[in-house]
């Protein structure tokens, strides 16, 4: 592999001999490791990463990654990202940017050792993002580290409060599965009287949507309007299926963690895996605890 993101660095620093070319890996969510590209030139404060893996693993040429790449580069230039670098260590430019994100404990234990976070049940971590897309047509978002932190100088409780005030903020979407197919054009798939009660919940920009686990009087909202409790199935880090429940008896937990970890295996990109099992929200007492 090493060798193939070399020749990729040669003809990008042929196409672009200003420019700094270095390859790079990245640890993203479940600690998968990325390999990217970084340009840097001396007029920018910040190195753009490309990402390339997936482009060499589909059979493209070094010539057709080094031209997309260098495309990529000239479009954006990194222009529109400096205000943003010069202000990253003035937490009050910052702190209207934060907001949190769901990850998995045991898929991010190394990612984790070095950046703060709250438990969330029994298997989740909320940790603080700065969502640079506020601001940006881009998105593009910074974990906030301990070395963040202390750059700061705020402790991580205020700055995860701040996080969550801003969280609140964002519009909770909620659709039924039925709604969604037909947006989709599926009218006649199966039939979409056939559909069972179901429903998807996620933000306005559908990035990180499963947070709203966080929220929740979002979820009383939800129990007391559908007059059930709610088992809760991770689609991904993006959005959650709600499935409302009224008779506890007819419940099998164990056929929807079959379902759920059968669907990450299959259909579910490794980084944006949430969980391998469900979750249930009662409507008189929150969320249930299985162990």
Not at 165 to 178: F, R
Not at 222 to 242: A, G, N, Q, R, Y
Not at 266 to 284: F, G, K, P
């Amino acid at each position: 592999m090493q060798d193939r993101i070399n020749e990729v660095i040669r003809r990008i620093q042929y196409l672009l001999p200003s420019v700094e070319v270095t390859s790079q890996q990245v640890q993203k969510n479940n600690d998968v490791i990325r390999t990217g590209v970084m340009l840097k030139s001396q007029d920018n404060n910040i190195a753009p990463v490309f990402y390339i893996d997936d482009m060499i693993e589909q059979g493209w040429s070094y010539d057709r990654i080094a031209m997309d790449i260098c495309r990529s580069y000239q479009e954006s230039d990194g222009m529109e990202y400096n205000p943003i670098v010069f202000q990253i260590s003035d937490y009050e430019a910052m702190s209207e940017m934060l907001t949190l994100q769901l990850i998995n404990r045991s898929m991010n234990e190394s990612l984790l050792a070095d950046i703060p976070y709250v438990p969330f049940l029994e298997d989740l971590a909320a940790i603080v993002l700065i969502d640079l897309e506020r601001d940006l047509r881009a998105c593009a978002t910074i974990k906030v580290t301990s070395q963040i932190l202390e750059l700061w100088g705020v402790s991580f409780e205020e700055v995860y409060h701040k996080a969550y005030l801003n969280l609140i903020k964002e519009e909770a979407i909620v659709k039924s599965m039925a709604d969604t197919l037909s947006e989709l054009g599926c009218n006649d798939w199966l039939g979409l009287e056939n559909i069972p009660m179901m429903y998807i919940l996620t933000n306005i920009s559908c990035i990180h949507g499963a947070t709203m686990m966080l929220r929740d009087t979002v979820f009383k909202e939800l129990t007391e309007k559908f007059e059930s409790d709610l088992v809760v199935i991770p689609s991904s880090i993006h959005e959650l299926l709600l499935v409302p429940v009224k008779d506890m008896y007819i419940f099998y937990k164990w056929q929807f963690d079959e379902i759920v970890q059968t669907v990450n295996r299959e259909q579910v990109d490794t980084m944006e895996i949430l969980s391998d099992h469900i979750y249930l929200y009662r409507r008189n007492d929150g969320w249930y605890n299985f162990n």
